[in-house]
């Protein structure tokens, strides 16, 4: 996901160059058990489904918006 912010920054002209890119310091608590963790395979269906269910979204409010 990180990198395609990156690429849409680079894109849209936010983001002049790859080069170094700094994060600050937060530290975030990683949950990495074997119950939370997903195969490669389910990543792949999690995000498919995440883009249908935006492409229906937008779908049902470009229709929305075309009503008198």
Known sequence: MFTKVLVMARETGHLKKMGNISVYGTRIHANASKHSAVSYKRAVQI?????????ELIGKAEKAGRRP
């Open 47 to 55: 995000i498919e489904e995440a883009e249908r269910e935006v492409k």
